[in-house]
């Protein structure tokens, strides 16, 4: 059994650069002197991914039969993922390996890696602009769709992936609730996309 943070890494990912025992995704920015951004997207592949429906993990292209995207609560009402599409076992990959996606962030802020993660500014899966800092509180799902529209989103002014509700095959949410928001943030339903409404619009 592998270590539950370190996650086997699947074929498709073999090419890819590991850090920390986890993959670096094709999408992650790098600094002048070559260093990898865990925090950071690389604002022309995330375009390029979206627009050329590029996996943004493995950077190949996309089945359109079946794309993965990883959306937060906020996220699901509008069915709009500021992020470029998976394939499904990068999606699954990510989910299980990226420390956000799977909501255990807190729980693993002690470990050497996630300390190292954290140090590195990791929110995996960030959006571009970094208007919206990591909410531990909320909730990530995987969305399967067989297909999507690039586009400006007017709240954003990036570019983001617009999913149709017809094509929409599944949606799953990620791992455990995350455990350091007991409380204050009831789960009134898992997927409700009407009921949840985006707790932080940052109006700076
Ligand atoms: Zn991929």
């Given at each position: 059994?592998?270590?539950?943070?370190i996650p086997a890494v699947p074929v498709r990912l073999a090419r890819r650069p590991i850090v920390?025992g986890l993959v670096v995704p094709w999408i992650t920015?790098?600094?002048?002197?070559?260093?990898?951004?865990?925090?950071?997207?690389?604002?022309?592949?995330?375009?390029?991914?979206?627009?050329?429906?590029?996996c943004q993990t493995c950077g190949d292209?996309?089945?359109?039969?079946?794309?993965?995207?990883?959306?937060?609560?906020?996220?699901?009402?509008?069915?709009?993922?500021?992020?470029?599409?998976m394939h499904p076992v990068c999606a699954a990959y990510s989910a299980s390996g990226c420390?956000?996606?799977?909501?255990?962030?807190?729980?693993?802020?002690?470990?050497?890696?996630?300390?190292?993660?954290?140090?590195?500014?990791?929110?995996?899966?960030?959006?571009?602009?970094?208007?919206?800092?990591?909410?531990?509180?909320?909730?990530?799902?995987?969305?399967?769709?067989?297909?999507?529209?690039?586009?400006?989103?007017?709240?954003?002014?990036?570019?983001?992936?617009?999913?149709?509700?017809?094509?929409?095959?599944?949606?799953?949410?990620?791992?455990?609730?995350?455990?350091?928001?007991?409380?204050?943030?009831?789960?009134?339903?898992?997927?409700?996309?009407?009921?949840?409404?985006?707790?932080?619009?940052?109006?700076?």
């Amino acid at each position: 059994m592998t270590a539950p943070e370190i996650p086997a890494v699947p074929v498709r990912l073999a090419r890819r650069p590991i850090v920390g025992g986890l993959v670096v995704p094709w999408i992650t920015a790098r600094t002048p002197e070559g260093r990898y951004r865990f925090g950071a997207v690389d604002h022309h592949r995330h375009v390029r991914a979206l627009q050329d429906r590029l996996c943004q993990t493995c950077g190949d292209e996309l089945d359109t039969a079946r794309i993965v995207f990883a959306m937060r609560d906020s996220d699901l009402p509008l069915l709009v993922s500021p992020e470029p599409g998976m394939h499904p076992v990068c999606a699954a990959y990510s989910a299980s390996g990226c420390p956000m996606l799977a909501g255990r962030m807190s729980h693993y802020r002690t470990t050497p890696l996630a300390a190292q993660l954290t140090e590195a500014d990791a929110t995996f899966h960030g959006d571009p602009t970094g208007t919206r800092p990591a909410a531990p509180a909320e909730r990530w799902h995987l969305l399967w769709a067989t297909g999507y529209r690039a586009f400006t989103n007017p709240l954003t002014g990036q570019r983001a992936a617009m999913v149709l509700p017809d094509q929409i095959l599944r949606i799953r949410p990620i791992g455990p609730p995350p455990p350091l928001c007991p409380a204050d943030h009831a789960p009134d339903s898992e997927t409700g996309p009407e009921s949840t409404p985006g707790p932080e619009r940052s109006s700076s």
